[in-house]
């Protein structure tokens, strides 16, 4: 099975967490997300089934969880992007001291 289909089986950030991603743009080419994390929040489960580049308004510390049970935390700089692959089902919690606000650009 592809990343892609795998990816697919989980709703889209702003259909699985409609309270911490907000659809800004859509057309046949892109879909822009801004992701408003606040401090504490462990989103729900969801996928990011296109590619995309995430810009990283302000720092950010977060940890996120495989649906096999694994970790991984990471920190990242405002001001930063990077490009993100296609990610099947995951959950993301915001473990800094402030809230964690994104840019996601998906390519379809």
Same mark, same amino acid.
Do not use: W
């Given at each position: 099975?592809?990343?892609?289909?795998?990816?697919? @089986?989980?709703?889209?950030?702003?259909? +699985?967490? $409609?309270?911490?991603?907000?659809?800004?743009?859509? %057309?046949? @080419?892109?879909?822009?997300?801004?992701?408003? !994390?606040?401090?504490?929040?462990? %989103?729900?489960?969801?996928?990011?089934?296109? $590619?995309?580049?995430?810009?990283?308004?302000?720092?950010?510390?977060? !940890?996120?969880?495989? $649906?096999?049970?694994?970790?991984?935390?990471?920190?990242?700089?405002?001001?930063?992007?990077?490009?993100?692959?296609?990610? =099947?089902?995951?959950? =993301?919690? @915001?473990? +800094?001291? =402030?809230?964690? !606000?994104?840019?996601?650009?998906? !390519?379809?």
């Amino acid at each position: 099975m592809s990343s892609v289909a795998i990816a697919q @089986n989980a709703p889209p950030t702003f259909q +699985g967490d $409609p309270d911490v991603y907000k659809l800004i743009f859509e %057309d046949q @080419n892109f879909r822009v997300i801004e992701t408003v !994390r606040k401090k504490g929040v462990h %989103d729900k489960v969801h996928g990011h089934p296109f $590619p995309s580049v995430v810009y990283h308004v302000t720092d950010c510390d977060t !940890r996120l969880y495989a $649906p096999d049970g694994k970790t991984t935390d990471g920190h990242t700089k405002a001001g930063s992007a990077s490009a993100v692959p296609v990610i =099947a089902s995951h959950s =993301a919690e @915001n473990i +800094g001291q =402030a809230d964690c !606000r994104q840019i996601f650009i998906e !390519r379809k």
